[in-house]
C-alpha cells in the first residue's frame, strides 16, 4: 500500500509538471483579463502573462504551489494550482475600480501609475461604461459624480469641470484634440458625436492640462480611447464579435449597435456601427408645490396646409420637439510587422438628424410662440488619423508616436419664426489638420517626455434665407465671418518625473505655444462691421511643478502649482448671434489670451483595506478672463436685429476672477462582494471688479453621487443617488449665460433622484441590463439647462459577445 501511495504521489508531481493551461476570466463579464501577471508567493519573478485571450501556460510546478495574479485593474488573487484545477483550470478575478496602481495616458500620454501623477484623474473603463448603460457619452460623463452636465436640448451635453465650461475644457479623442475653432463660451453638444458603445476608457483629468494639451485646457481634459482590433497569438484568425439593442422608456428610444473585430497574428480590423432613435423626452411628472407648473410644455407648434399652427399639448409633460437619430460608425485597421511597432488607420463618422433647439422652441412672446422652427442641422464629424507607434529602445526614446490627423465637421442652425416663411440658414464647415510627435525616455529615476504639436483649422461660414413657399434663397448674415476664417498652431513641450525615492515623486514640465488667428469679414451688407479684417498671434509659456509624499503605501499626499493658457478662438472674436433672448453678441477683435494660475492640494488614505478617503482642494486666478459682458457697437448699447431692438453683448478680458473648490470621494469595501461610494463637489467664484464681485458664468452649485454596488458571481447591481443643491438667482451671472431666463425667479431649484442598475451575465455570449432612473419621478432641471430631465425611465440592454 505505501507503494502505491509513492507510486500516486510521483504521477502526480509529472502531471503537474507538464504544461498546463489555465484561463483567467472577469467576474462579472467573464470575458477573459489580458495581461495578468503571475508570480510564485514570496518570489518577484514573473513567470509568465496572460495573452489576449486570457490564457497562460505553466509547467515545472507541483499542485499545493501558491501561486498570486495581478492586473492594475483587478484585485490581487492568491491560490494553489489545486484549487485552480478544481475549478477547471479558470481563475476569475474581480475588477478594482480604486486602485492607485491602475495605468492612466492622460496625465503624460504615455502610460505610468496613477499614483505617480499629482493630478486627480478619474478613469472609467470599458467595463464600468457598460454597466452604466446610457444611450450618449455625455450621459456617461454627467453620470461620474464628479462632472456637471449641461443640456439646452435632448440632443447635447455640455461638460462643466471645475467651473470651466465649453472651450474651456479639452476634449481629446484617440490622442486627437476635438476642440475646435468655433466651439464657443457658451454651451456646446459636442460631445455627443463620440459613441460610447466603442470606448476603451475614459479619462477625466481635473485642473490646467496646457504643458501636455495646450491651449484650451483651463478646467480640465477629457480623453477618450476607443478599442482597437485584436490580433491572433497563433496562426489562427482571431474573431470576436458584439452586439447590443436597448429600450429607454423616457424617450420612448432605442439603439443598437453592432462590431466585429477580426485579426491575425500580424493585421486586425475593427468595425462598428450604432444607431439610435430618441422620441420625445418625458419629464418627471412630480413637481415640489414650490415649482408650480416648471417645465411644463402645454403647447407645440406644427405647419398645417401652409400655416404654422399651435397645439395644445395632451400631456404637458413630453417635451415635444425634442427627439432625434444618431448614427455613428468606426472603422480601425492595426498592422504590427513584430512587437515594436504598430501601424493603426482611425476612421470615425458621426452624423444625425435635425436635433432641436428645445429651448428656443417653447419661447413665446405676447403669448404667441417667438419660432415655428428652430433646430441644428445634421451635426457631422468625420475623423481620419494614422499612428506610428515605437516602443524600441532608441538613443532619444524608449516609446515614440506619431499621429496625423484629419478632421471634417459640419454645423448648421435653421430657424423660423411664427407665422413667417423666411427660413434662416448659418451653415458651418471646418476642415481640420493634427499633428502630433511624442516621445519618452527614461534614465534611472528620471522619466522624460517630449514632443511637439500642431494644429490647422479651417473655417467656412455661410447664410441664406429661404422662403419655404417658393424656395428662392436669397443671401444673409454669416455666424462667422464671411470671408473665411483660420487658426494655426505650434507647440513644443517637456515634462519629467523624478522617483526621488519610494515615498518622493516630484513632477515637473514646460510648454511654449503660438496660436494665430485671422477672420476676414467681406460682407458688410448686414452688418456694418468696424473692421474688415482680423489678425491675432498669441504665444504663451505654461508650466506645472508638483510633489508626491506617500508616507506609507496607504496613504499619498499631493501638491501641485499650475499656470493654463487660452487663446481667443474664431467665435471670441468673429461671432454675430443672438446668444439669449434680446442679447446681440457681436465681434470684439481686441481680445487678449485669458490665463489661470492654479494650486491645489490633495491628500488620500486607505484604512485596513476597506475604507478610502480622498479630498483636493484648489484655488485658481484666472486673468484676462474672457467672459460675456454688456458692450457697445458704434456707441450704442442696443441694436435692431432681426427685427427686435437687442442688448449688446461681446466677448471681452475681464481684468481678474478667481474660484476656489473642493471635491470629495469616499469608497468603503465592505466585503468582496460589497461597496459603498459617494462623491460631493463644491466651487465658487467671481469676477473682480472696481466696485463689487460679480458671480463668474458656469459654476454649478454643489452636486455629487452616492451608493452601493453589489458585485455576486454574474450578478451586478448598483443603486445610487444623484444630487445637486440650489443655484440662487443671486449666484447667476448677469452674462447671460447661466440661462436665467430659464429658471425660476428664486433660481434653479435643489434634486435628487434615486436610480437602480441590475445586470446578469447568463454566460459568456449573453447578457442582460435593467435600470430604471429617477425611480420617484421627480421633476428636476440642471443649472442651466433648458430642457427638463428625464422622468422615470426604464432601460433594457440585452447584450452578446461572439
Request: charged content about 20%; proline content about 3%.
Amino acid at each position: 500500500m505505501k507503494k502505491i501511495g509513492l507510486l500516486m504521489f510521483y504521477l502526480s508531481t509529472i502531471f503537474m509538471s507538464q504544461a498546463q493551461s489555465i484561463t483567467i476570466i472577469d467576474q462579472n463579464s467573464l470575458q477573459p483579463i489580458e495581461n495578468v501577471e503571475v508570480y510564485k508567493l514570496n518570489d518577484n519573478t514573473m513567470i509568465t502573462k496572460s495573452n489576449q485571450s486570457g490564457v497562460i501556460t505553466l509547467s515545472g510546478l507541483v499542485g499545493n504551489q501558491t501561486l498570486v495574479f495581478l492586473n492594475p485593474m483587478y484585485s490581487s488573487i492568491s491560490i494553489t494550482l489545486d484549487q485552480i484545477k478544481s475549478q477547471e483550470n479558470t481563475v476569475v478575478m474581480t475588477e478594482n475600480i480604486n486602485s492607485i496602481n491602475e495605468i492612466v495616458v492622460s496625465a503624460s500620454k504615455f502610460e505610468e501609475k496613477r499614483k505617480d501623477v499629482a493630478q486627480k484623474i478619474q478613469v472609467l473603463r470599458a467595463s464600468e461604461i457598460q454597466t452604466m448603460n446610457q444611450s450618449s457619452t455625455a450621459d456617461v460623463i454627467s453620470n461620474t459624480g464628479n462632472v456637471f452636465v449641461q443640456k439646452s436640448q435632448l440632443g447635447g451635453g455640455s461638460p462643466i469641470i471645475r467651473g470651466f465650461e465649453t472651450n474651456k475644457v479639452l476634449l481629446v479623442v484617440d490622442g486627437i484634440r476635438m476642440n475646435t475653432a468655433i466651439y464657443r463660451s457658451g454651451h456646446v453638444q459636442n460631445i455627443i458625436t463620440l459613441d460610447n458603445a466603442l470606448m476603451e476608457r475614459v479619462e477625466i483629468i481635473f485642473g490646467p492640462g496646457s504643458v501636455v494639451y495646450g491651449s484650451d485646457a483651463l478646467g480640465g481634459v477629457m480623453s477618450f480611447t476607443t478599442k482597437n482590433p485584436l490580433l491572433s497569438s497563433d496562426d489562427k484568425i482571431k474573431v470576436k464579435a458584439g452586439a447590443f439593442t436597448r429600450y429607454m422608456s423616457a424617450n420612448n428610444g432605442y439603439a443598437a449597435n453592432a462590431n466585429i473585430s477580426v485579426g491575425g497574428k500580424k493585421f486586425g480590423s475593427l468595425t462598428s456601427f450604432t444607431y439610435s432613435n430618441y422620441g420625445d423626452l418625458r419629464q418627471g411628472a412630480n413637481r415640489e408645490p414650490s415649482v408650480g407648473n416648471f417645465g411644463a410644455r402645454p403647447w407645440y407648434v406644427k405647419r398645417i396646409d401652409g400655416k404654422d399652427s399651435v397645439f395644445v399639448n395632451a400631456d404637458t409633460n413630453i417635451q415635444v420637439g425634442s427627439g432625434y437619430t444618431q448614427i455613428d460608425v468606426l472603422q480601425k485597421f492595426l498592422y504590427q510587422p513584430k512587437s515594436s511597432i504598430k501601424h493603426l488607420v482611425n476612421v470615425q463618422y458621426s452624423t444625425s438628424s435635425d436635433i432641436p433647439r428645445y429651448d428656443r422652441l417653447t419661447l413665446a412672446s405676447g403669448g404667441i410662440p417667438k419660432f415655428a422652427e428652430w433646430y441644428y442641422g445634421p451635426q457631422k464629424r468625420l475623423l481620419t488619423s494614422y499612428t506610428l507607434q515605437l516602443t524600441e529602445r532608441k538613443r532619444i526614446y524608449d516609446n515614440a508616436r506619431f499621429i496625423l490627423g484629419y478632421q471634417q465637421i459640419e454645423e448648421s442652425r435653421i430657424d423660423r419664426r411664427f407665422n413667417t416663411v423666411a427660413q434662416s440658414n448659418q451653415i458651418e464647415k471646418l476642415d481640420i489638420l493634427n499633428l502630433n510627435v511624442d516621445m519618452a525616455k527614461k534614465k534611472g529615476k528620471h522619466e522624460f517626455r517630449y514632443g511637439l504639436e500642431g494644429w490647422y483649422n479651417k473655417v467656412n461660414s455661410s447664410a441664406f434665407t429661404r422662403d419655404i413657399n417658393t424656395g428662392v434663397q436669397t443671401p444673409s448674415i454669416t455666424r462667422y465671418a464671411s470671408g473665411g476664417s483660420n487658426m494655426t498652431s505650434l507647440a513644443v513641450y517637456a515634462t519629467h518625473t523624478w522617483e526621488i525615492s519610494d515615498k518622493v515623486i516630484l513632477n515637473d514640465g514646460l510648454r511654449f505655444s503660438n496660436v494665430g488667428l485671422n477672420a476676414k469679414f467681406t460682407d458688410t451688407t448686414f452688418f456694418n462691421f468696424p473692421f474688415k479684417e482680423a489678425n491675432q498671434n498669441n504665444s504663451a509659456l505654461t508650466g506645472n511643478l508638483s510633489l508626491i509624499y506617500m508616507p506609507t503605501e496607504e496613504s499619498r499626499v499631493t501638491a501641485l502649482i499650475s499656470t493654463g493658457f487660452r487663446a481667443p478662438n474664431v467665435d471670441d472674436l468673429s461671432k454675430v448671434f443672438e446668444s439669449t433672448p434680446g442679447n446681440i453678441t457681436v465681434p470684439n477683435d481686441l481680445l487678449k489670451p485669458e490665463y489661470t494660475y492654479n494650486g491645489e492640494v490633495g491628500i488620500s488614505n486607505v484604512f485596513g483595506d476597506v475604507l478610502t478617503l480622498q479630498a483636493t482642494g484648489y484655488y485658481t486666478l484666472y486673468r484676462n478672463a474672457l467672459t460675456t459682458q454688456d458692450f457697445k457697437f458704434e456707441g450704442q448699447d442696443s441694436i435692431m436685429f432681426n427685427g427686435t431692438l437687442s442688448n449688446v453683448v461681446a466677448t471681452t478680458n475681464s481684468n481678474k476672477a478667481y474660484l476656489y473648490g473642493l471635491e470629495l470621494n469616499m469608497n468603503v469595501k465592505a466585503n468582496k462582494n460589497i461597496s459603498v461610494y459617494a462623491t460631493y463637489n463644491y466651487t465658487y467664484a467671481r469676477i473682480v471688479t472696481d466696485s463689487i464681485a460679480i458671480p463668474l458664468d458656469h459654476i454649478p452649485p454643489s452636486f455629487g453621487k452616492f451608493g452601493f454596488q453589489i458585485n455576486q458571481g454574474k450578478f451586478r447591481s448598483d443603486v445610487f443617488v444623484n444630487y445637486s443643491a440650489m443655484k440662487k438667482i443671486a449666484e447667476y451671472s448677469p452674462s447671460g449665460e447661466d440661462n436665467e431666463a430659464y429658471a425660476l425667479p428664486e433660481g434653479m431649484p435643489s434634486w435628487y433622484t434615486v436610480n437602480i442598475r441590475l445586470g446578469y451575465q447568463f454566460n459568456k455570449f449573453l447578457g442582460l441590463q435593467i435600470a430604471c432612473e429617477n425611480i420617484l419621478d421627480r421633476n428636476y432641471r440642471q443649472f442651466a439647462s433648458n430642457i427638463s430631465a428625464p422622468g422615470r425611465n426604464f432601460i433594457i440592454t440585452l447584450r452578446g459577445n461572439f
